[in-house]
């Protein structure tokens, strides 16, 4: 019997000194790309069969342990496919075989050769819906320019288009060009929020499955069962699904004939994943794109800096399409919501809604209109406190607050998740009137349920209030249920976080209100800005979308924000929709202060019992770097350890440290360099329980 030797990719920990693919036998030789089950330590385990090492092999040799089986039947994984993993590994520091394996749905980890084979028969068994005409729109003005130039430039392409200015209808027209110049090509979709795919499934499945088959739309994202996942890994990995809807993770799945990709709200910080490797799923759509020929679309009301400024004529990268204008605005509807700005210094004292805002409010819920109410910050107030001897509600585990939920009188930590009943009395000093200071979501829907108990909608019942937030949402199904009765008409007044104010086409909200965003505008962050602002802006967006809507209740869409420091030039961009401004503004500091996009950035993490642990591995590892003179070194900047802003979470202190340089290739050399240092590093300190390195980092 010959022998062959093969390389296959195996499931390894993150750091572990197993970094390339490990030599396996099998009595065959197998395509690059082929899943096996091979031995691995005591266990059995997924592995992949990666391209041989240029260099020759040694000959196969007994000790080489065989290949278990072969999940033969599924196509290999392509050359694009193995390319993306490989870069995505090596761009972010991370093992192949972790990069690789989570790549994978995860129940192909389980299932043997027969079981998989059972689970290709049932999925190419399943009928396809006869093609139908399928009907569509006829484009504005502006989605004609954009969609024109897509079609006819190789991009990449920023579509800079107001909020419901029609962005999803340019998709879809690029979609249906793509699917039908080629009867295999692949469309992906990415969205920054699971509970966004349903809205858009529809949307696209109305489009194409009457052409196309209702099997030719899927979803992928981590909110579906693994059976689920499997299966639409599957039809999408077959070609048999010709579009996909994801979040970030379907970034990975395998498309044999990708032909666009398009990445919704491409400024969303959900893009990029933070754990594990820590990619960033819009910056691996432009490599794929330009890698598999792809064309790639990056649509956003309020583009990261990042890809404003690439799209900019002075960078030229991408190529940026505008459409500033609302669908319907030709009708003097459709238009965007006017900003209130309330200066909170001349409102009475401790008043949560100003009186301005109360009245606005129960107007639009007296003329059956819906109302939006943000704050991003869940349960009912941040801390508790004692006014005796000043105790407050720390976390013993972490240094920050436990929060005080009222609905079960709990309170929680929102970083290490412990919670406790609610004392009655200060555990400090036995004081009964211990009280919530300062406040959230839970609190603000009990306060304006108070506040507009008298209220009377056109339908003649007591107006409703509602919270949407991670709290109210926890069950399954619970979000899918809170919407449709917001779309139903059944909510007046929705009190959430920041998990409506995106991508919702809510038809008859017509006022938007923020009533306490100044948090952002302080901070350490210099990204908090610029997401307050994308923040404002969409939650903005979601007032007025239905045109013919507004019409009939003749008046203008609002913004409100509540605010101390109505001065803040933010505010001046936000009244008049300027993100150009404002970005401009936002890029000539980042440019005088040498920062992102003008200075690329990693973070090294370091965990440790103590401090003084985790800052003297980063201490360690930054004079290793030196000491060795690696390479690159002298265009990157290492920064001085510094602790986290929650510092201590779950007992454990946390600290970091910033490698920043202006070369991007600069700061990759070294990165990789710097690898092996890090790992030896780790060993000399004793203390440290975990490290890990952020390549572009979101939150510093
Ligand atoms: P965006 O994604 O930019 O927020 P959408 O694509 O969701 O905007 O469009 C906003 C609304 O306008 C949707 O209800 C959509 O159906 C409608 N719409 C979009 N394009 C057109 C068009 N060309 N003609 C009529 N209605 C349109
Ligand atoms: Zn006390
Ligand atoms: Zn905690």
Avoid at 180 to 209: C, H, K, M, S, Y
Avoid at 263 to 280: I, L, T
């Amino acid at each position: 019997m010959f022998i062959h030797t093969l390389q296959v990719v195996v499931p390894t920990p993150a750091h572990s000194s197993v970094a390339g693919p490990l030599s396996y036998q099998h009595d065959q030789a197998l395509a690059p790309g082929t899943l096996v089950r091979v031995p691995l330590g005591q266990r059995e385990v997924l592995g992949l069969v990666w391209d041989a090492a240029p260099a020759a092999d040694p000959a196969p040799t007994a000790a080489l342990r065989p290949v278990h089986s072969v999940l033969d039947g599924l196509a290999p994984l392509g050359p694009h496919w193995r390319a993306l993993v490989a870069f995505t590994a090596r761009y972010y520091q991370r093992s192949l075989g972790e990069v690789a394996l989570a790549a994978l749905p995860p129940q192909l980890r389980e299932l043997s050769a027969e079981q998989l084979a059972r689970r290709l028969r049932r999925v190419s068994s399943a009928p396809d819906a006869p093609a139908n005409a399928t009907q569509t729109i006829a484009l504005s003005a502006e989605q004609e320019r954009a969609t024109a130039q897509i079609d006819a430039q190789k991009g990449p392409f920023l579509l800079f288009g107001s909020t419901g200015s029609g962005k999803t209808e340019v998709y879809l027209h690029c979609a249906a060009r793509a699917l039908a110049a080629d009867p295999a090509a692949q469309v992906l979709v990415l969205v920054p929020e699971i509970n966004l795919t349903p809205q858009l499934q529809e949307r696209f499945g109305a489009r194409f499955a009457p052409q196309y088959g209702a099997q030719a739309v899927v979803s992928l994202h981590s909110g579906m069962t693994n059976p689920q996942r499997l299966a639409a890994w599957l039809a999408v990995h077959s070609g048999r699904a010709r579009i996909v809807l994801g979040t970030r993770m379907a970034i990975f799945a395998s498309l044999p004939a990708l032909a666009l990709i398009v990445v919704d709200e491409e400024h969303d910080a959900s893009y990029k994943q933070q754990e594990g490797a820590r990619y960033s799923a819009r910056d691996l759509a432009l490599w794929r794109g330009r890698a598999e020929g792809a064309k790639v679309i990056l649509g956003s009301a309020t583009p990261s800096l990042e890809s404003w400024h690439a799209s900019s004529p002075e960078v030229g990268r991408y190529q940026r399409l505008d459409m500033p204008s609302r669908i319907g605005s030709a009708q003097g509807a459709g238009q965007l919501a006017r900003l209130r700005l309330v200066d909170m210094a001349q409102q009475p004292r401790g008043a949560v809604f100003a009186p301005p805002l109360l009245a606005a409010i129960t107007a639009r819920v007296q003329r059956g209109e819906q109302c939006l109410v943000l704050l991003n910050r869940r349960g009912f107030a941040p801390v508790l406190h004692c006014h005796a001897c000043g105790w407050k509600s720390d976390c013993p585990a972490c240094s920050a607050h436990q929060v005080f939920h009222k609905s079960d009188r709990s309170l929680r930590c929102h970083h290490c998740g412990a919670a406790q009943r609610v004392p009655h009395a200060c555990p400090a000093c036995g004081n009964l009137d211990i009280a919530p200071v300062g406040r959230g979501t839970e609190q603000l829907e009990e306060q304006l349920a108070q506040l507009l108990r008298n209220v009377i909608t056109p339908a003649g019942r007591a107006a409703r209030v509602a919270r949407i937030d991670a709290d109210s949402t926890r069950a399954q199904g619970a979000l899918q249920a809170q919407l449709a009765q917001v779309h139903a008409g059944e909510v007046d007044v929705l009190v959430g976080t920041q998990m409506v104010a995106k991508g919702h086409d809510f038809r008859r909200i017509t006022l938007v209100a923020a009533v306490q965003p100044d948090s952002a505008l302080f901070t350490s962050d210099f990204r908090a800005p610029e997401r307050l602002f994308a923040l404002l802006l969409q939650a903005a967006g979601r007032a007025g979308r239905d045109a013919a809507y507004l019409a009939t209740q003749g008046h203008a869409p609002e913004m409100w924000v509540q605010t101390w420091h109505p001065e803040h030039p933010l505010f001046a961009a936000l009244r008049r929709h300027d993100w150009p401004a404002f970005a401009a503004q936002q890029l000539a500091e980042r440019r005088a202060a040498a920062m992102p996009p003008f200075a690329y950035q990693a973070l090294v993490r370091a965990d440790a019992r103590t401090q003084e642990a985790a800052q003297a591995f980063l201490q360690g590892a930054a004079e290793a770097a030196r000491t060795a003179q690696l390479p690159g070194l002298e265009q990157v900047f290492i920064y001085p350890p510094v602790p986290l802003a929650v510092q201590r979470v779950a007992h454990v202190e946390r600290a970091q440290m910033l490698v920043e340089s202006a070369e991007r290739p600069a700061l990759q050399r070294f990165l990789a360099a710097w690898q092996p240092l890090l790992h030896a590093e780790r060993a000399r300190h004793k203390g440290l329980q975990r490290w890990l390195v952020d390549v572009d980092p979101q939150g510093i």
